[in-house]
């Protein structure tokens, strides 16, 4: 079965600094890589995926995530980040024509931008 | 606009008194899933759903009940809820792996306490 270890439950960063949220899985097979954002009271947001092709996946609100099947990782970065990111985010990890479609979830990272 | 509808946003309810949480989407997408949110586990999937009248447990069955009647709902049901179902809870749905839109679409979720 896969899974997935979001290493940090917390990160704090300075406003207009870089972020890395690390998100590393484990699967026997290929799979698909998902990053999921929740703002406070709302629902979860998909942020970027990858299925296939480039390695390098750009997402909304000026993430991007890079797939690193040698490391199993697959990290989100920003290279500026602002007050709204403020978010809990979630790696997650499914494998394609399983059986389940499902998505396995890591247990999030809370960032908090410091002003 | 594409989006998957949860009722109630919130619910409190006393131990033993069942209760249905509904959920719609207008995508018609084939595959739908529940998942429960806690603090310090991330999700965890309850139930899923891969078409009309195909449905099977996920991680975290025990206590609950789905039906997939129609292609566009997928209530959840607590016949007798007991306070360890007091959490956060998300209904999903996408299209299958083998499709290149495959990513969940998330409700807003359903907060719900049982006293």
């Known amino acids: 079965a896969q899974s997935v270890t979001q290493l940090d439950s917390q990160v704090p960063v300075f406003e207009e600094a870089p972020v890395e949220l690390r998100c590393n899985y484990s699967s026997s097979v290929s799979v698909y890589l998902f990053w999921y954002v929740q703002y406070p009271n709302q629902g979860l947001q998909l942020l970027l995926k990858?299925?296939?092709?480039?390695?390098l996946v750009k997402g909304i609100n000026g993430f991007e995530a890079e797939f690193n099947k040698s490391q199993t990782s697959f990290h989100l970065r920003k290279p500026s980040v602002h007050i709204s990111d403020t978010a809990e985010y979630f790696c997650?990890?499914?494998?394609?024509?399983?059986?389940?479609?499902?998505?396995?979830f890591g247990t999030g990272t809370r960032l908090t931008i410091i002003p | 606009e594409a989006q998957v509808t949860q009722n109630p946003r919130y619910l409190i309810t006393v131990t033993g008194k069942k209760l249905t949480v509904t959920c719609s989407q207008n995508?018609?997408?084939?595959?739908m899933s529940w998942y429960r949110q806690d603090p310090g586990l991330g999700l965890r999937q309850i139930y899923y759903?891969?078409?009309?009248?195909?449905?099977d447990k996920g991680d975290v069955p025990e206590g609950y009940k789905v039906s997939r009647k129609e292609k566009r709902n997928f209530p959840l049901i607590l016949e007798s809820p007991s306070p360890n179902q007091t959490s956060l809870y998300f209904c999903?749905?996408?299209?299958?792996?083998?499709?290149?839109?495959?990513?969940?679409?998330f409700g807003s979720g359903t907060r719900l306490t049982v006293v």
């Open positions: 995508m018609n997408h084939e595959y």
């Open positions: 759903s891969m078409n009309v009248e195909v449905t």
């Open positions: 999903a749905s996408s299209p299958l792996t083998a499709n290149t839109n495959y990513g969940y679409t």
């Open positions: 997650a990890v499914s494998v394609p024509n399983f059986g389940n479609e499902k998505l396995t």
């Open positions: 990858y299925l296939s092709g480039s390695t």
